[in-house]
């Protein structure tokens, strides 16, 4: 099944423990992108990822890091979280970004995150 | 600064009537227009979609409108089910016109959809 998996769904964590939330797809993309979205603030973009070894800030980076070492994989890493990183992510992705502009991104089930 | 303006958050609608969900665009640059749906737990999913050449789209019971000169567009739902009941996100992107644009999608923030049995 055509998938992008997100691990883990829930994550409770303290200020300042690292984490990463891993995002992997089966779908052979070259665009990859992180979305937080939060209630009054709808879906925002983090970083994204036109291919392997590329990678861009989008609206909301600061705080995260990323990092594209295989075409299927495009985690999220938190260094030093904070209470203000509470909030809901999705990874998506698409063939390449002007598939996704046209026919939408595949998204991810999510993955809920409490810093406290 | 909001490009992608969705000013509903909510919108409760009887089962079986015409459901509207409204979304305007401030960039004149963007020409391709995206609506998701999103359950509770689940990743958004696409919808459907309408380009700047169109005015209307539609799918089944989803119509799209694209109004360019009001930079608005409309999701129409007939007739609503309960199973409708989700957030809806409007996306815009640029590029489709001139083949130069970014093509990253700008997401609203969403109206959640209430249909009542």
């Known amino acids: 099944e055509a998938q992008v998996t997100q691990n883990p769904r829930y994550l409770i964590t303290v200020t300042g423990k690292k984490l990463t939330v891993t995002c992997s797809q089966n779908?052979?993309?070259?665009?990859m992108s992180w979305y937080r979205q939060d209630p009054g603030l709808g879906l925002r973009q983090i970083y994204y990822?036109?291919?392997?070894?590329?990678?861009d800030k989008g609206d909301v980076p600061e705080g995260y890091k990323v990092s594209r070492k295989e075409k299927r994989n495009f985690p999220l890493i938190l260094e030093s979280p904070s209470p203000n990183q509470t909030s809901l992510y999705f990874c998506?992705?698409?063939?390449?970004?002007?598939?996704?502009?046209?026919?939408?991104?595949?998204f991810g089930s999510g993955t809920r995150l409490t810093v406290v | 600064d909001q490009q992608v303006k969705q000013n509903s958050p909510s919108l409760s609608v009887q089962e079986g009537r015409i459901s509207i969900l409204n979304c305007d665009y401030t960039?004149?640059?963007?020409?391709?227009f995206l609506w998701y749906k999103k359950y509770p737990a689940e990743g958004p999913t696409f919808l459907i979609s309408?380009?700047?050449?169109?005015d209307k789209n539609e799918d089944g019971r989803f119509t799209v409108f694209l109004n360019k000169s009001a930079k608005h567009l409309s999701l129409h739902i007939v007739p609503s089910q309960p199973g409708d009941s989700a957030v809806y996100f409007c996306?815009?992107?640029?590029?489709?016109?001139?083949?130069?644009?970014?093509?990253?999608?700008?997401f609203g923030k969403g109206t959640k959809l209430s249909v009542i049995p």
């Open positions: 960039n004149s640059m963007f020409d391709y």
């Open positions: 990822s036109m291919n392997v070894e590329v990678t």
């Open positions: 996306a815009a992107s640029a590029g489709f016109s001139s083949g130069a644009g970014s093509y990253q999608l700008t």
């Open positions: 998506a992705s698409s063939l390449s970004i002007r598939t996704g502009a046209y026919y939408g991104y595949t």
């Open positions: 309408i380009s700047s050449i169109k």
């Open positions: 779908m052979n993309h070259e665009y």
